[in-house]
């Protein structure tokens, strides 16, 4: 039943033709043996091949496409054999293609694979066009280490503070992700001893599975912690955090695909089983407000953070936020100085990253970019006196290691990527992850789609690319002549802002001395911002 279903499927369409063609060629064959048989016997043969190959494709683990499209899909991967040749013609150049090149897709899928990911013959980059950054290399190089680079997380008030890697998986949902893509992420983040941030979709059943170290996203739809009412559940947040999985709590006050926009999911796409793992009733919409319901000033997030501390036992709390008004940023700062609260960690998300859909005006307009927002989150920190006790996170299109040096050298402390991991689950960037129609199984709840993502083989993949990027990003710490990532300063980069001149990101990237803003900034703009913002409400001060 299950096949025929499946032989019904647009997705299966040549296989169907190939097995009907197989039949009808078979059959004519038989009844004209053996004077008429002509061209029947060869196109038994062939149409019969065919629907082996295709019968091979459906069961075979290594290539989720293969699983949803078997035979048609083939002809990408001659298409891609073919492509060196081809591409100056027909296909994008290897430094082409957005968001991801394919160079910086290949490399994402070679490590995951643990292929070879070398590149011959120098740089396809233009070394001489504006934009182009570089990082200064040590004539001492250092030893390359070999030790997991972790950073600790978690303040005096923490009970239970973490050790978190310096790479992890950023925030994607079940629901946006497939159950076989939350499982193989996982279980990989469990064997390479990393962290996987569930998205603001809730702690499922699929994160359980793995045994892998969790940050619980907390969205202003409080999913997996809210009552029927839709507001923050204490009883419901502490029997979940009370879980030695979740490491680390995360309140999600926006996110770089679309900040400042809340989210629904229609009644009709509220399965059961999501239901149950959002703690939303069936039948009705599911709501992510714009904006969160349990604090509405600085004051009111301050006191918040204490309360998830407290009750997840002292656990680490940290925000996530795409930075918009620069004011509103300072406010909470105002509000930790007030209230003497500090949040353990702040992820800072760019808007150009996000796994998630968004309106075209959100993807494209709308927040600040990675690096100016942990800039300035930096500078914020540094001025209010507050960045000694907090940690900082990027996540924002970051998919190799030299990615990684750049923003630890702006003050990150660690980097998470979502999109990177995507590839190493098989992702091909085909664009239509708000489609539900994800042709390698990784975004869909389409579970015939879903089935081409093979846990166990995408398991290693995880794993192998987390492994890999460690491994990258020492060899450039090494290579810079220093021991850990974290001695990256802005001035061992420079980028190139015209044909004739560079700077260093240390020059790009004024940093403000620890305090400033509270004996007084130097720079007028700051001085400004920092008396715009007030500690009781988010709104300017008037």
């Known amino acids: 039943m299950r096949l025929l279903i499946l032989a019904f499927s647009a997705r299966f369409i040549v296989l ?7 039949l009808v060629s078979g059959a004519a064959a038989v009844l004209a043996w053996p004077q008429g048989s002509g061209l029947l016997v060869p196109a038994f043969v062939v149409f019969g091949a065919l629907s082996l190959l295709g019968l091979r494709d459906l ?31 027909f296909f994008e150049s290897e430094t082409d293609g957005l968001p991801f090149s394919r160079n910086q897709r290949a490399v994402v899928y070679q490590r995951a694979k643990m292929q070879l990911d070398k590149r011959p013959f120098g740089t396809q980059l233009d070394v001489g066009a504006q934009g182009y950054e570089w990082l200064r290399h040590s004539i001492a190089p250092a030893p390359v280490a070999a030790t997991p680079f972790r950073v600790l997380v978690g303040g005096p008030g923490c009970a239970q503070p973490y050790a978190i890697s310096v790479f992890n998986i950023s925030a994607m949902s079940f629901g946006s992700l497939s159950a076989n893509a939350i499982r193989a992420l996982n279980r990989g ?13 809730g702690f499922s059943p699929y994160h359980r599975e793995g045994g892998g170290d969790v940050i619980w996203e907390i969205g202003s739809g409080y999913f997996g912690c809210r009552a029927a009412e839709g507001v923050f559940d204490p009883g419901a947040f502490a029997a979940v955090a009370a879980n030695p999985q979740i490491k680390m709590i995360e309140i999600k006050l926006s996110q770089g695909a679309k900040p400042g926009h809340g ?25 992510s407000p714009a904006r969160h319901g349990a604090f509405s000033t600085p004051l009111e997030m301050m006191g918040f953070v204490a309360e998830l501390r407290r009750l ?56 600040m ?30 998919a190799n290691a030299f990615d990684m040096a750049c923003v630890m050298a702006l003050s990150a402390d660690w980097c998470n990527a979502a999109r990177g991991f995507m590839f190493a689950l098989g992702c091909i960037q085909s664009l239509s992850c708000h489609t539900d129609r994800c042709p390698t199984g990784v975004a869909t709840q389409d579970k015939t789609r879903a089935r081409a993502l093979v846990v166990e083989d995408k398991t290693e993949r995880v794993r192998n690319y987390h492994r890999s990027m460690l491994g990258a990003l020492a060899e450039l710490t090494a290579a810079a002549g220093l021991d850990h990532p974290r001695d990256f300063r802005p001035v061992h980069f420079s980028r190139r802002v015209s044909p004739s001149e560079t700077r260093t990101f240390a020059e790009l990237y ?18 400004e911002q920092w008396d715009l913002a007030r500690s009781d409400r988010f709104a300017l001060a008037v």
């Open 16 to 22: 169907t033709a190939c097995a009907l063609l197989t």
């Open 59 to 89: 069961l075979q683990t290594r290539h989720a496409v293969l699983r949803n499209y078997p035979i048609a899909a083939h002809l990408r991967f001659l298409l891609e054999e073919m492509r060196p040749e081809m591409r100056q013609y």
């Open 189 to 201: 983040a469990a064997l390479g001893g990393f962290a996987h941030d569930t998205g603001e979709g």
């Open 263 to 287: 989210g629904v999911l229609p009644a009709a796409k509220v399965t059961a089983e999501i239901a149950a793992i959002r703690g939303v009733p069936m039948g009705r919409d599911c709501l």
């Open 312 to 367: 997840s036992g002292g656990k680490p709390v940290g925000f996530k936020l795409c930075v918009g008004h620069p004011w509103e940023f300072l406010a909470i700062c105002k509000a930790m100085l007030e209230t003497g609260i500090r949040a353990d960690f702040i992820v800072v998300d760019g808007k150009e990253g996000g796994t998630g859909a968004a309106p075209l005006e959100f993807a494209d307009h709308l927040g």
């Open 369 to 398: 970019p990675m690096r100016e927002g942990l800039v300035f989150v930096r500078n914020a920190l540094a001025g209010a006196g507050l960045r000694s006790d907090i940690r900082l996170a990027a996540s924002g299109k970051i």
């Open 510 to 527: 004024p940093e403000l001395q620890p305090g400033e803003l509270i004996a007084g900034a130097r720079d007028p703009w700051w001085r």
